[in-house]
């Protein structure tokens, strides 16, 4: 039986609603379609997880000045993998001391180990979908470090239940398999002003305190990084020299460095990185131009 021009205009029409619709409220993902890759991003959009096909991180060795900071997330995250009781890490401190990119390089040395762990990066923005990836990620039989960076709350931002709900699991707790670290410039998560606006509005002042600072507490790891002094600044500095094998033979490198740093204002990894870029460029240039 033939179909008429009407009623093709009529299935093509249902089948874009259909699409439309899909697109705004798409399916759950089955756990058993996710490809297999080393990290993933959570998509909110399509409500998916999409594999990366490359992290950006460095290696564990170049980050100079955290040793302590290093060997309790390597440690807790080695426990993890290995099924041992492990604690969902908040780090915290200064920024640009390496907190995000600690995080990428421990799931780094661990993968390197031969230790099967996939990182998964939810943005802050997406943090209401938390528990649902969690929950998601509780039905596959791979252990699961869920990563979120620069984690804070502004006021009026209710978002912090889900997260809330998702480091304490309800009442079947937090999934064995799964982890949650995230990268904070604040200890308690939330500013000062949020805080003080929950004591006002609450029944009990002290309630809404505890309401608001229990959010850091449902971190069990607790890792603070603070800004460095100028022999660790130099020393990252003088790192990155040699890995990457940078001929300084003609500049006086902690001179420049110091004063790279001034400009910024800041000493840290970060900046020490913005600097090593800069001068593996002018490095470049130079034997171009030869």
Known sequence: MSLSNQD????????RIADALEARHPPDPDPADLPMAEAYVWNKARRRLSPVASINRVELRLLCGIDQQRDMLLSNTIAFVRGFPANNALLWGARGTGKSSLVKAVHGTVT????????????????D???FIMSFLAQIDRRFVVFTDDLTFDHGDNSYKSLKAALDGGVEGRPQNVIFYATSNRRHLMPRQMIENERSTAINPSEGVEESVSLSDRFGLWIGFHSIDQ????????????????????????????????ERGARSG?????????????????????
């Open 8 to 15: 093709h205009q009529f299935l093509n029409t249902l089948a």
């Open 112 to 127: 390197e180990r031969g230790m099967d762990c996939a990182l998964v990066e939810i943005h802050r923005e997406d943090i």
């Open 129 to 131: 979908d938390l528990p």
């Open 231 to 262: 022999d660790t600044f130099f020393a990252i500095v003088e790192s990155y020299v040699s890995f990457f094998d940078i001929d300084t033979s003609k500049v006086d490198i902690r001179r420049e460095a110091l004063a790279w740093s001034m």
């Open 270 to 290: 970060r900046v020490a990185w913005q600097f090593i870029v800069d001068l593996a460029a002018s490095t470049e240039k130079n034997i171009s131009n030869k």
